[in-house]
């Protein structure tokens, strides 16, 4: 059975509807998008990444 957050017990009353607006209101919002800079960069630091030997060798 899926658990939604109506269903959770740890959010009741006000405390649930609270939370549940603002996840309507946050559900409306645009979602972010990467500059084309960003991008770059972004790619630039997970090509690094790739080169970090675990764990580094002695030398």
Known sequence: MAMT???SPELWGEDAR???EEAERNGKLPTPRLSD???KILSTMLESAKSI???????
Do not use: D, L
């Open 5 to 7: 957050i109506k269903t």
């Open 18 to 20: 609270i939370f549940t």
């Open 37 to 39: 800079a960003q991008r």
């Open 53 to 59: 030997m675990f764990p580094p060798s002695k030398g």
